[in-house]
Structure formats: structure tokens, C-alpha cells
């Protein structure tokens, strides 16, 4: 099975546009799959702010396709509902007025069912479309549906993360699902260290590749790294628990201002969803509440609480330019979503010729580095152009994807980004040092 970074733009006959349909279908029947274990009541909450409501997912990524390729170009389409319009649309300024993140779970009507029905009336379309599409168009057609498979990949992501945040509100801590896969058991032992000497290195998406890559990994450009070392896993939640027996998160000398800030005025004193019951750490996972595993990657942390680590262990993060360059050497393989955990497990054991480990997927990485924009970094036209240049501000760049993310949504390039004070994705990270 192609994944969706495998298929090309440029050939345009009905052949290939029924492979972008069939990717196309692959990816919405797996979004709904991800929504399958929830009760109707569990469509509705919205938690905190920075979470939107299962059902408002599940329709945003719908008014995506809808607002960017049926609207311009499927020549007899009509929408359900013209409201569907404001109330679906997440941050796209230029293309309307967005209804307001915090108040989506206000949001009672639509139905779940009128979703549903919405999705399914979407779905019809693009099908027609892709079965007949306009010649003239069918090229921009798939490049905006080139970026909307990926982007409703990442709202199967956000949906995990999401879910996981409102069932954790439940004092019953129910389980998502009771039918994960069991992490396999490893002793993860010391930390290791694999060194870089100084030197030119390339980092970013090349123009000349084929596969898909989001504008903000453009383009590829030449950066100079001094000689580095970077650790063979990330952090365990067995090395994090030393830090909060140490009393990390009690003194100051550890934290950035903001950090220390942070910790003050929410009274972190372990990663989200941890627990003390009877002397034993638990924490909450989508298979339910559960003993913490001390050989598997902390995760739930935010930036500031990794760095805090880095600076108690005397170590600190890589940066993005260094992570990049470990990972291209690194075999594109580990813990997603399709394994079946949806939680990250343990490192397996390693030979000494081997990289570093869990490179990919278990949990994204916090870098020490701002989200920026690289060398001759260009918006995309129009409303897409919102996508990921405006949110260039504020924010860190993590790597590398979680048990969450599909296998072909990854890539050694691939920036993601989060304010550092965010704890609810699946967040951990390595840790670098000076040669």
C-alpha cells in the first residue's frame, strides 16, 4: 500500500486520481475508526481550550476539503448547511471569521449524527470529483487534497491527544480502549551517548524530492553544527522520577523564568496525568489508569519541564538542526499508531554499531530550538498560507512523531511545534551535551 507521500502530483490520468481517492478513503475510514470506541456523549467535551470537542474534528477536517476543493472546483456542489462554514473553520482569517477555540464545545448543535451526515455527503463529492475531475483544475486539485490528507492525519493525532485529555477529567479514569497492544518489557539499562564531530551539514526539505513536505520544511539549506553528542533514547520515566524524588520541581535553579512561572501558578509537580497512589506512580493512559513503566519515555512533560531536566542532569536539549542530522542516518521505523500501544513503550536493546534509538515515533521530541522559519521560507497562496507561517512565534519545535502518528505522516524533516508550556500532546525528549 502506497502511502500518501508516495503518490505524485504530475501524472494526472484516471488511473492515478483513483489512487488519490483510495488514499483518500484509507485516511477518512481511519479517522472514524479512532472515533468508533466513543459514546455520543463523548463527542461533546471540550476539557480546556487547547482541546476541541471529537465532533468538531471530525467536522473541521471535512470543512477542509469542502472550503479548499469541493467549493472551487466541483462544478454543481451544494453545501448542507452555509453555518457549517463559520462554525468549522479553525483559523483561517482570509478565508472567513473563525468561530472562537474555547467556545467550540458550545457547540451542541450540529448532532453528531448531522456530522456524520455531513462527512459522508463530503465524501460523495470528492468521490465524484476524482472520478471526473476537471482537466483544467485536476493538478491543484491534488495538490490542496495533498495536504489535506496530511492534515486530517494530524487531526487523528490531535483526536487521540484530545480524547485522552477529556477522559482524564473522569475521576472513574475510564479506558478508551481495553484492547491495546501490551508494551513489551525491556530494561532499557544506562544511557548511552553517540557522537558528531563539527562540520557543514544540509537540514530541510530538498525541492527536488517528490514526496510531500509542509512549506515550513523548506527549503533545504546548509547549516554549521559544532561537534556534538546526543543520547542513544530519550529520557525514561524511571530517570524523570529521580528528578522529582531530587526535587526538581522545588527549586528554581533548575527552570527558565517562564518555566518556573509556570510550574507557581499550576502546581506541576510531576508530568501530566501522573498520579501518587499508596507510595506507587500511576498515570492515566488511554488504556486506563495504570502503574508508570520506568523503562518507557517520559512523556506528558512540556518544554519547560525537559529543559529543567537538562539543566539538573547537566545535559541539555538538541537542537533541531542536530536532531536532523542523527535522524537521516536513522531507518524511518518505531512505535506509531499502527502498533497498537497509543501509549510509548521501552527501548529495545541495541548493538553498539547502531544510532540512537526511538528516533521515531514513542513520543515527540522538544528540541531547543524556536520555531522559525528556514533561509527563503515562502507562504504558500492564499488561504493555505495560514497553515504554518503565522504561527512562527511563541513556540518550539519537537521532532521525530509519538504512538500516535500514522507511519507515513513522519519524516526526518518534519517540524512540529508547540508553546512551551504544553503538556497534553505526547511529548518527551532526548538529551544533548558538548563533545
Known amino acids: 500500500m502506497s502511502g500518501i507521500q508516495d503518490l505524485a502530483i504530475e501524472t494526472t490520468d484516471s488511473t492515478h486520481t483513483k489512487e488519490w481517492l483510495r488514499a483518500y478513503q484509507r485516511v477518512r475510514a481511519a479517522t472514524e475508526a479512532i472515533c468508533e470506541p466513543l459514546h455520543k456523549e463523548d463527542y461533546m467535551v471540550q476539557s480546556m481550550p487547547d482541546v476541541s470537542p471529537p465532533k468538531w474534528h471530525i467536522a473541521h477536517v471535512s470543512w477542509f476539503f469542502e472550503a479548499f476543493i469541493l467549493k472551487p472546483f466541483h462544478p454543481t456542489y451544494q453545501t448542507l448547511d452555509p453555518a457549517y462554514d463559520y462554525l468549522f473553520n479553525s483559523y483561517y482569517e482570509t478565508h472567513g471569521t473563525p468561530f472562537p477555540r474555547p467556545e467550540r464545545g458550545m457547540i451542541s448543535r450540529p448532532t453528531v449524527d448531522d456530522v456524520y451526515r455531513y462527512r459522508a455527503h463530503v465524501d460523495r463529492a470528492i468521490e465524484e470529483l476524482l472520478n471526473d475531475p476537471p482537466q483544467e483544475h485536476v ?44 508494551a513489551p518489557a525491556h530494561e532499557v539499562g544506562e544511557l548511552g551517548w553517540h557522537a558528531y564531530p563539527a562540520g557543514v551539514r544540509q537540514i530541510g526539505h530538498d525541492a527536488a524530492d517528490s514526496h510531500f513536505a509542509y512549506d515550513n520544511e523548506m527549503g533545504r539549506h546548509h547549516q554549521f553544527i559544532e561537534a556534538f553528542q546526543i543520547a542513544d533514547r530519550p529520557v525514561t520515566n524511571g530517570e524523570f522520577l529521580t528528578f522529582i524524588q531530587a526535587g526538581g520541581y522545588d527549586k528554581s535553579d533548575y527552570w527558565l523564568s ?30 486506563g489508569l495504570v502503574p508508570v513503566d520506568v523503562n518507557a519515555p517520559v512523556c506528558h512533560v512540556s518544554f519547560y519541564e525537559a529543559d529543567a531536566y537538562a539543566q539538573w542532569a547537566g545535559a541539555r536539549l538538541p537542537t533541531e538542526a542536530e536532531w536532523e542530522m542523527v535522524a537521516q542516518q536513522i531507518p524511518l521505523q518505531g512505535n506509531f499508531v499502527e ?46 498560507g495560514e497553515y504554518n507561517g503565522k504561527f512562527m512565534s511563541g513556540q518550539m519545535v519537537l521532532r521525530g512523531g509519538c504512538c500516535a502518528t500514522p507511519e507515513d505522516h513522519i519524516r526526518a524533516t518534519y517540524r512540529n511545534f508547540f508553546p512551551p508550556h504544553a503538556r497534553w500532546a505526547f511529548s518527551g525528549f532526548r538529551l544533548a551535551k558538548e563533545s
Open 339 to 384: 502498533q497498537g500501544h497509543l501509549q510509548p513503550v521501552a527501548a529495545a536493546p541495541s548493538g553498539s554499531s547502531e544510532g540512537p534509538r526511538q528516533m521515531f515515533g514513542d513520543v515527540w521530541e522538544w528540541t531547543g530550538s524556536a520555531y522559525r522559519p528556514y533561509p527563503g521560507f515562502r507562504k504558500l497562496p492564499g488561504s493555505l
Open 258 to 287: 517562564d518555566g518556573w512561572a509556570t510550574v507557581k501558578a499550576e502546581g506541576w509537580k510531576a508530568p501530566l496525568y501522573w498520579v501518587e497512589r499508596d507510595g506507587v506512580w500511576h498515570h492515566y493512559t488511554l488504556g
Open 139 to 182: 493538478q491543484e486539485i491534488l495538490h490542496r487534497l495533498e495536504l489535506g490528507l496530511p492534515h486530517e492525519q494530524q487531526h487523528q493525532e490531535l483526536l487521540l491527544m484530545d480524547i485522552k485529555h477529556i477522559l482524564a477529567q473522569n475521576p472513574l479514569c475510564p479506558a478508551y480502549r481495553g484492547d491495546l497492544v501490551s
